[in-house]
């Protein structure tokens, strides 16, 4: 047997829950059939959805015939639970649209039109209510081809001559089918049914049963049985919890099968599936086992999320639909919110749309939501289920914001023993695609790793703009270049600088805030045209007339689009001035610039410095100090060439430079720095040039640089070099050697800071040298710790060897001193004419130099005047 998933959709008040209980009963599934009306449906079972009259929560129910295995997914009709209904469609092999004969084709019959074109789900039309008076097969067939699709069919005679040449219409090799043997087999149209190339439609009464059989077995002639890969996969798509409150996770196996006790890998977790049901209504049974295209409800996962995937379905859906509007939700006065917050997050894992926050400044707690039904429920399922009566105020728009030009944003973050530095490109973006997220940043830059890291911290938070802190969309962000320290970075230094990097690019871009609007269809009295036309002006909208539409005589159809916080409540307004002859239908087009942004930005007194959770200035570092740059800075401080400015040259300072004498200040940067690096371990390479990935351009003032004089033919003062040799170090300071029996790296690190500290109050350049020469494959790698070099030597050579060829290559040109205590070492270095300085000479040095330090700090306290002393003059 075919084993398929299908989902039942309509408009509200179409006769979905009718046509499911009739096709229940003729599939021997129920032996009564149930109605809307008398609340005794078998998929309505929820109090709430008996008392409405409507769908509130998706459902499934299983049924087999005419050689078809069916599991039914039942999904709400009115627009305020969209969002239930979308997320039902991401496990779905085809769809079943119900449409009202006698209203015909709906704003969010459109709507779901659309959302079953983006998931390229397969439809079967089924035209419900044909009982009626005035409706009509003909007239609705040519709307739903000129609203929906030309490829539209009626399938109630499908053996006719007439039946296959409009299906061989719709595809090229159909046509040639039908042109050479004037029919076409059923799996032919199976197929172009499945590639969406056809539309089927049925029409009849669910209410009588009248086509109903013949509908179902069109599903079974024409559908096509699905192939699942052996690999496991599975897609969620909803959560909820059943009456004893066990956390139920809603899935589709798409491969492969699942098993009670398998665990299940999630972003940063593990959790073992305690047991597997499949549910029929309220009813379910418990297996051990479920194989590919099964749905399926499991307990025992704790932090599973609607949309997820598991296996070969990695990765997360996000939903189009989503709610315009926030409320704040009113507590009663005896109820903490601290607890209740918990409490509501447990309705968001069931919708996800309702984006429940906590508003720290106005210590308050907001939900965004559809719409006034959807209001009336959540407030009786707060009630149900934890015992509190809440309320919400009138609600406000939700903005979003987005860019109208292409800017580069950098991030930064180096506090001590940190560093992450982050460069995205943020351009606009097709207006509906939200936010688009690539790279563009090569591997010999930035690793991999790293890449997807930043990827992630991208992905994983909802970006606000910097106008009224409302979330961005429309914008593409690319990463273009960033860098990590081998050393000293770690996952979270990507996360800040990933995230300021963002708010830095959002803060030198031209914002814009966008508003939602609405389209809407008013079929309304001719006599009321120029008012309705009037009404839509003043709320900032657009329309027309729709020529081509054929209503009721003296009825015209406008058609538009308007802001949404414009026409709400509308739609009271409408239905008096057209005396209830009107109809207004809306349905949510999108969003666009606000009509009335200065006014937004007014009410809202966004201030984008103030919002701590979205810093947009960096984190840098200067003698083992970290300082705080603001945004508008950032570049003058970042370590990177910028991908949109021409690149940096090095700056001279004009001030530098004299004439007295034909003498002239140059400064040392790292250009010379650099050199001296070539000529000492590059000597005998033929590429000479050092890496940028191991060598950081940093800018000259952060360098500790220092001036010589020199005349046009000879230098009067060398640039000064402090060598020393680490490990020997280490090992020859009683401190150090203690703690490195403990942990050598601790050891290094505390030595590195001593000294970075120590060179803060000396001109010259310090270079730290440890064996690496152990280290199999291992290549010279060379790094700046704040204002000093440190060299990790290649393997087969020591750090001796490094320094002894560094004091032959440039012994007599610059000033250059080596702190070791190696006595072998010592007599070499003499002989290149390098000074020396033991490891107890250099100790006593570094803390003679830290003893000065805070001696002049202690007496600048005292100089300085209180207001005590000041006050003794008068």
């Not at 929820?46 to 409507?54: V, W």
């Not at 051990?288 to 598991?310: D, H, N, P, R």
């Not at 105020?393 to 944003?409: C, F, M, Q, S």
């Not at 962000?477 to 300021?500: C, M, N, W």
Request: proline share 3%; glycine share 6%.
């Amino acid at each position: 047997m075919k084993k398929l998933v299908m989902g039942i959709l309509a408009h509200v008040d179409a006769g979905k829950t009718t046509l499911s209980e009739a096709m229940l009963y003729l599939s021997g599934s129920i032996r009564k059939i149930g109605r809307v009306d008398k609340k005794d449906a078998f998929l309505d079972t929820y109090e709430l959805e008996k008392a409405r009259g409507i769908t509130i929560f998706s459902k499934q129910a299983e049924m087999s015939f005419s050689d078809v295995e069916m599991t039914l997914l039942d999904t709400p009709g009115h627009v305020d639970f969209s969002t239930e209904m979308e997320r039902t469609l991401q496990v779905l092999d085809y769809a079943i649209l119900v449409i009202s004969g006698a209203d015909g084709c709906q704003g969010h019959t459109e709507t779901l039109w659309r959302l079953l074109n983006r998931y390229q789900i397969p439809v079967f039309l089924f035209i419900n209510k044909m009982d009626q008076d005035g409706t009509e097969k003909e007239k609705l067939l040519q709307q739903l081809r000129n609203r929906l699709n030309e490829n539209c069919i009626d399938f109630t005679e499908d053996q006719t001559e007439e039946f296959y040449e409009n299906v061989a219409m719709s595809d090229e090799l159909l046509l040639d089918e039908f042109l050479q043997y004037g029919s076409l087999k059923e799996n032919q149209i199976a197929k172009a049914i499945y590639e969406r190339k056809v539309f089927p439609c049925y029409f009849g009464s669910a209410l009588k049963l009248d086509g109903v059989e013949q509908f179902m077995n069109g599903l079974g002639k024409y559908t096509v049985e699905q192939e699942y890969p052996k690999e496991f996969g599975a897609r969620i798509f909803k959560i909820s919890r059943d009456e004893q409150g066990k956390r139920l996770t809603y899935m589709k196996i798409t491969g492969g099968e699942l098993k009670a006790r398998n665990s299940l890998f999630g972003d940063g977790w593990e959790e073992k599936v305690n047991q597997i049901r499949i549910y029929s209504g309220t009813k379910y049974q418990t297996c051990s086992e479920v194989k590919a295209g099964t749905i399926c409800a499991v307990t025992g996962l704790t932090q599973t999320k609607s949309g997820e995937g598991f296996g070969i379905e990695s990765g997360e859906l996000l939903p189009i639909l989503e709610p315009v509007l926030h409320y704040k939700i009113h507590l009663p006065e005896d109820c903490d919110a601290a607890a209740m917050l918990p409490k509501l997050r447990q309705l968001e894992e069931e919708d996800p749309q309702l984006h429940i926050t906590w508003n720290e400044e106005l210590q308050e707690i907001q939900a965004q939501i559809m719409g006034d039904v959807q209001i009336e429920i959540l407030q009786n399922l707060i009630q149900e289920r934890f015992g509190v009566l809440v309320s919400f105020d009138t609600g406000n728009i939700v903005y979003k914001e987005t860019i109208a030009n292409k800017v580069e944003g950098v991030g930064h973050f180096e506090p001590l023993r940190h560093y992450a530095e982050v460069h995205l490109l943020l351009e606009p973006a097709e207006p509906g695609s939200g936010l688009v997220i690539d790279t563009n940043c090569s591997e010999d830059l930035l690793d991999k790793n790293w890449q997807r890291l930043i990827l992630t911290h991208l992905y994983e938070k909802e970006h606000r703009g910097v106008l009224i802190g409302a979330p961005v969309t429309d914008i593409k962000i690319t990463l273009v270049s960033g860098r990590a320290h081998k050393k000293h970075t770690e996952g979270g230094d990507f996360r800040q600088a990933t995230y300021r990097a963002v708010r830095q690019g959002l803060r030198q871009a031209e914002s814009i805030i966008l508003e939602p609007y609405y389209d809407f269809r008013m079929e309304l009295p001719e006599s009321e045209v120029g008012r309705a036309m009037m009404d839509v002006d003043k709320m900032y909208g657009t329309c027309k007339i729709a020529y081509d539409e054929e209503i009721q005589p003296e009825m015209t159809v406008l058609i538009g689009s308007a802001p949404v916080a414009c026409m709400r409540g509308y739609q009271r307004e409408f239905a008096s001035y057209t005396k209830g002859y009107g109809r207004l239908f809306c349905e949510l087009k999108g969003y666009e610039k606000c009509h009335n942004q200065e006014e937004v930005l007014l009410q809202q007194a966004y201030d984008p410095e103030a919002d701590l959770d979205n810093p947009t200035g960096s984190v840098f570092c200067a003698h083992g100090v970290g300082f705080l740059v603001e945004w508008d800075k950032v570049k003058d401080y970042m370590h990177l060439d910028s991908v949109l400015a021409p690149k940096r040259e090095k700056e001279i300072s004009v001030q530098q430079i004299r004439t007295e004498n034909k003498e002239e200040d140059l400064w040392i940067g790292d250009d010379e720095v650099e050199q001296i690096f070539r000529q000492t371990f590059y000597a005998n390479k033929t590429d000479k040039s050092i890496s940028k990935k191991k060598f950081r351009n940093r800018k000259p003032d952060t360098y500790a640089t220092a001036t010589y004089k020199r005349s046009r033919q000879t230098y009067e003062k060398k640039e000064k070099y402090l060598l020393v040799d680490g490990y020997n170090i280490i090992f020859a300071w009683k401190e150090l050697s203690e703690l490195a029996k403990e942990n050598i790296d601790s050891a290094r690190d505390k030595l590195l800071d001593i000294l970075s500290d120590y060179h803060g109050t000396r001109p010259g350049h310090l270079i730290v040298v440890f064996d690496a020469y152990r280290v199999k494959g291992h290549d010279t790698e060379i790094f700046d710790f704040h204002n000093i070099h440190v060299v990790y030597t290649k393997e087969a050579e020591t750090a001796d060897a490094f320094i002894e060829k560094f004091a032959h290559e440039n012994g007599q040109k610059y000033d250059v001193t080596v702190a070791t205590s190696d006595h072998m070492e010592q007599i070499i270095i003499t002989g290149q004419g390098c000074q020396l300085i033991s490891a107890r000479e250099l100790e006593k040095e570094v803390d003679r130099v830290k003893t000065e330090v805070r001696e002049q700090m202690e007496m600048q306290v005292k100089e300085r005047n209180t207001l005590g002393e000041l006050l003794k003059d008068f």
